[in-house]
């Protein structure tokens, strides 16, 4: 059973928008958390943007005010909205699920994670 899958990710110019989605199985979506994770080339996974069970949504701070996480508990889907998105953008992008970090002040206890969808931004 796949549990999270990523979609929506491809090419973009600098200051284009592209939205990116993740399709969450009925397992997963009973995670506490649920959160968007970057890794580019030569750098750690990060998180840049967090929802927990009541909605709160947190975001990295290279990101906050441009990305924008949402969630359709209809469609069990996490989106993430990202707009002027910049070069230092590009990253493969994934969706996970687990447990809030109250030390890290975002969904950091992952349990599960998506199989990625890559993101480029070049001119």
């Known amino acids: 059973q796949v549990d999270l899958a990523e979609s929506g990710g491809g090419s973009v110019q600098p200051g284009q928008s592209l939205p990116i989605s993740c399709e969450i199985s009925?397992?997963?979506?009973?995670?506490?958390?649920l959160g968007w994770f970057r890794e580019a080339p030569g750098k750690e996974r990060w998180g840049v943007a967090s929802?927990?069970?009541?909605?709160?949504?947190t975001y990295d701070p290279d990101v906050k005010g441009r990305f924008t996480i949402s969630k359709d508990n209809d469609k069990n889907t996490l989106f993430l909205q990202m707009t002027r998105l910049k070069p230092e953008d590009t990253a493969m992008y994934y969706c996970?699920?687990?447990?809030?970090?109250?030390?890290?002040?975002?969904?950091?206890?992952?349990?599960?994670w998506g199989q990625g969808t890559l993101v480029t931004v070049s001119s």
């Open positions: 996970a699920a687990g447990r809030w970090s109250g030390s890290e002040g975002r969904c950091g206890n992952i349990e599960v």
């Open positions: 929802m927990d069970s009541d909605g709160t949504t």
């Open positions: 009925e397992r997963a979506a009973r995670s506490h958390c």
